[in-house]
């Protein structure tokens, strides 16, 4: 036999929990019927995703009134809604991105609900100093607002995100998104006047949107639960409802796809990934056709560039992933080269970074930080405390940000290594 020991707090929810209830409100059963795969399922309660209509909007304030009368207001709820309160208060701030003379980023500061869009000067570039220190976001500073979320919506559930920059700092694409759905628009605005432009993407799936090297335009695909997702280009000024289709013709919509630009601006490296089972590369010129790379192989393809040199994570006969370098413009499978052989550990991601390969590990819980030479001879690790899990990411010349989190902390951002 086991003795239970409560806190009297416990206890006292316990027993309160207990005590007899009057039952829940019914809820009306509407049998629906569908049939897939051959089997047919039945969804009584289909009539409730409706959640605009009257109906469920009765059924909803009859479930919170009944809830209401067994928990009620107590001196613990009131703590822990307090508690709650002051967590979902703390300071949230993104990486910053450098676009012509200045620095953007988002901040949700202490008494805020959401994150805005900022921007601050640019730390100058000087001949006479090799590594400009990266200045910490102070969620107290006074900042340039960019983009304030806040009058978008009245109950506050509007969200903004930067997607990107233009090369000379004149333009912001950034993101639109009600609630936690997962459709978003996609707004152009003017830096210099801080409008809005007209060039907009309406309220739909979006992924790989970001400015062409050249400032002409964008790329972005649109993903169509129906048809599948297709890479376009929308030229500044142009109407949308006239942007390019380039890529994409007879993708599935269970793919994704992600899409990488030349420095040349002339060509693109396209990686499909059908589901999280394989993927597929192509080398795209913008006036010619998509050619393979790699293309129906049973693995999982990721690529960077470096230099118009793909580097690429693979787990291409190395269940626990390499990397291999390959040449788009030359992609015969004989001339690929492996960099980073397979390990022990799995290989989670990597980054190029001032000449070096940054390659993450994971080993017993913790993220182990290898580095390599770019033709693959290794060069030491950057320490990271033990169990807990690091992501490591570029910023600016002989800079970094690295980012750990455990199972007892939360989030924590280096903002210079």
């Known amino acids: 036999m086991k003795t239970w020991v409560l806190p009297l707090g416990s206890l006292a929810l316990f027993t309160a929990c207990s005590a007899p209830v009057s039952p829940p409100p019914s809820t009306k059963r509407v049998e629906v019927r569908d049939t897939l795969h051959g089997v047919e399922l039945t969804d009584p309660y289909r009539w409730l995703e409706d959640q605009e209509s ?8 009859e479930q919170n009134v009944y809830a209401e009368s067994i928990v009620g207001e107590s ?6 809604r307090a508690r709650l309160g002051e967590m979902l208060r703390q300071p949230e701030a993104g990486f910053p991105r ?4 200045f620095e953007y980023f988002t901040l949700k500061r202490f008494s805020d609900e959401l994150p805005a869009i900022y921007r601050r000067p640019a730390s ?3 001949a006479t100093v090799a590594i400009v220190p990266i200045v910490p976001i102070d969620p107290k500073a006074s900042y340039e607002v960019v983009v304030d979320p806040h009058p978008l919506s009245s109950d506050h559930t509007t969200r903004v995100d930067v997607l990107s920059l233009s090369p000379d700092g004149k333009y912001l694409l950034y993101s639109l998104r009600d609630g936690g759905e997962d459709e978003v628009e996609v707004r152009l605005r003017d830096l210099e006047t801080q409008a809005d432009l007209p060039d907009r993407l309406p309220r739909a799936l979006y ?3 970001f400015f062409a090297m050249s400032g002409e335009g964008f790329y972005y695909t649109h993903r169509s639960r129906q048809a599948g997702p297709r890479v376009r280009f929308h030229r500044l000024g142009a109407p949308v409802e ?10 599935a919509p269970t793919s994704f796809i992600e899409t990488l630009e030349l420095s040349d601006g002339k060509a693109l490296v396209l990686a499909v990934n059908h589901g999280w089972a394989r993927s597929d590369l192509y080398h795209k010129t913008l006036t010619g056709d998509a050619t393979p790379i790699a293309a129906g192989d049973d693995a999982r393809f990721y690529p960077q560039l470096h230099e118009d040199f793909l580097y690429v994570r693979t787990n291409l006969r190395a269940p626990n992933n390499r990397i291999v370098r390959i040449d788009p413009k030359s992609p015969a499978r004989d001339r690929w080269k492996e960099i980073v052989p397979e390990s022990e550990d799995v290989l989670a991601a990597f980054a190029i970074l001032e000449g070096k390969v940054y390659a993450s590990y994971l080993h017993h819980g913790t993220t182990r930080i290898a580095l390599h030479e770019l033709d693959g001879a290794p060069a030491g690790e950057i320490p990271v405390p033990e169990h807990h899990t690091a992501e490591l ?4 010349p002989g800079r970094a940000f690295l980012t750990l989190t455990s199972f007892t902390l939360p989030l924590r951002r280096m903002w210079s290594i």
């Not at 450098?98 to 003379?101: D, H, T, V």
């Not at 990411?393 to 600016?396: F, K, Q, S, Y």
């Open 75 to 80: 001196e613990r709820r009131a703590r822990l």
């Open 393 to 396: 990411r570029g910023a600016g």
């Open 54 to 61: 009257a109906e469920t909007r009765q059924w909803i304030e």
């Open 98 to 101: 450098k676009s012509g003379n």
């Open 242 to 251: 006239k942007d390019e289709e380039i890529f994409g013709d007879g993708i």
């Open 124 to 126: 100058p570039e000087s």
């Open 207 to 209: 992924a790989s949107v």
